[in-house]
């Protein structure tokens, strides 16, 4: 097995003290059911996308997408 990815963090925003994403893919060899199932979805590899963040006052983020809406 083997892989890689990436990641960007992002710090002192506004809203956000800080926020991350990462994205990373995984290569190797599956069973052949595997493969089969896989290839029927027209995936070729696992791949993984992960987004999270800290905000500084959860309030803040209500207010930010209620402003949003408008």
Known sequence: MGGGGISRVLSGGKVFEKAG?????????MPAAAV????????????????NGEEYDPKKIQQYLAARRK
């Open 36 to 51: 089969e199932a896989s290839q029927s979805r027209g995936a070729n590899r696992a791949k993984g996308l992960k987004v």
């Open 21 to 29: 994403c990462s994205f990373s893919v995984v290569y190797g060899t």
